[in-house]
């Protein structure tokens, strides 16, 4: 069975422009997760979707929107993009609620 | 929230010595996970483990809901080790679902 997969997997961008990083969870799976690696802060948790609709949200602004579609695979913007928005961003996808997740490679983001 | 506490933040060790790993938490959990971060940045799980025992080759991991705490064991450890280990959980009665809160890791590196 084919692992998570996310693209791009590197992106260079911008203060102020607008980004959409993809994700493709296991087949099967019908949850999203998206997660934030900074050095400062760590991991850190941004939304959760299942079966197209959002069930949990981090403490993030709202510039950080996330969506997904019928066939589980997801998308997350970031709008009017800053510098501290620097980072690695991770999906991982599950079968069901409290179990393994599976995380995808990243989607290395780099803000001028 | 609950709060994820690993220890130690760094460990060096020779190839063939073991090591154990310990990850402390605040509050009942239904979920815990241990994961390998390679240093490309992927994260790999390791273990799914909210009780009991498990091993997988020269990995093992313990943990002690009762007591809240998780242990991680590598044996006979090899340069591929090296990396940072995360403990993550999910708060049991949460309703934030698939909300894993990450501990800080624990960087190891071993030499040959």
């Given at each position: 069975?084919?692992?998570?997969?996310?693209?791009?997997?590197?992106?260079?961008?911008?203060?102020?422009?607008?980004?959409?990083?993809?994700?493709?969870?296991?087949?099967?799976?019908?949850?999203?997760?998206?997660?934030?690696?900074?050095?400062?802060?760590?991991?850190?948790?941004?939304?959760?979707?299942?079966?197209?609709?959002?069930?949990?949200?981090?403490?993030?602004?709202?510039?950080?929107?996330?969506?997904?579609?019928?066939?589980?695979?997801?998308?997350?913007?970031?709008?009017?993009?800053?510098?501290?928005?620097?980072?690695?961003?991770?999906?991982?996808?599950?079968?069901?609620?409290?179990?393994?997740?599976?995380?995808?490679?990243?989607?290395?983001?780099?803000?001028? | 929230?609950?709060?994820?506490?690993?220890?130690?933040?760094d460990?060096?060790?020779?190839?063939?010595?073991?090591?154990?790993?310990?990850?402390?938490?605040?509050?009942?959990v239904?979920?815990?996970?241990?994961?390998?971060?390679?240093?490309?940045?992927?994260?790999?799980?390791l273990?799914?483990?909210?009780?009991?025992?498990?091993?997988?080759?020269?990995?093992?991991?313990t943990?002690?809901?009762?007591?809240?705490?998780?242990?991680?064991?590598?044996?006979?450890?090899?340069?591929?080790?090296?990396?940072?280990?995360?403990?993550?959980?999910?708060?049991?009665?949460?309703?934030?679902?698939?909300?894993?809160?990450?501990?800080?890791?624990?960087?190891?590196?071993?030499?040959?």
């Amino acid at each position: 069975k084919a692992g998570v997969t996310q693209t791009p997997r590197y992106l260079i961008k911008t203060r102020g422009q607008q980004v959409t990083l993809s994700c493709s969870p296991i087949s099967g799976h019908r949850s999203v997760s998206w997660y934030q690696q900074t050095p400062g802060q760590g991991l850190q948790f941004l939304f959760e979707y299942f079966s197209e609709t959002q069930r949990n949200k981090g403490n993030f602004p709202g510039r950080f929107s996330g969506r997904q579609f019928s066939n589980s695979r997801s998308e997350m913007n970031v709008s009017t993009l800053e510098l501290g928005d620097s980072a690695l961003y991770l999906c991982a996808s599950s079968s069901q609620r409290q179990e393994t997740q599976y995380f995808g490679p990243g989607t290395r983001l780099l803000v001028l | 929230g609950i709060q994820v506490e690993q220890s130690p933040p760094d460990l060096i060790l020779q190839e063939g010595a073991n090591s154990t790993l310990r990850c402390n938490f605040s509050d009942s959990v239904n979920n815990l996970q241990w994961f390998h971060q390679n240093p490309w940045g992927q994260l790999i799980n390791l273990f799914y483990i909210p009780s009991g025992t498990k091993q997988n080759g020269r990995l093992s991991a313990t943990t002690v809901a009762t007591e809240r705490y998780s242990l991680l064991y590598i044996s006979s450890s090899q340069t591929t080790d090296s990396g940072v280990y995360f403990c993550a959980v999910v708060a049991r009665g949460s309703n934030s679902g698939y909300a894993l809160n990450f501990g800080k890791g624990t960087s190891l590196l071993v030499t040959p």
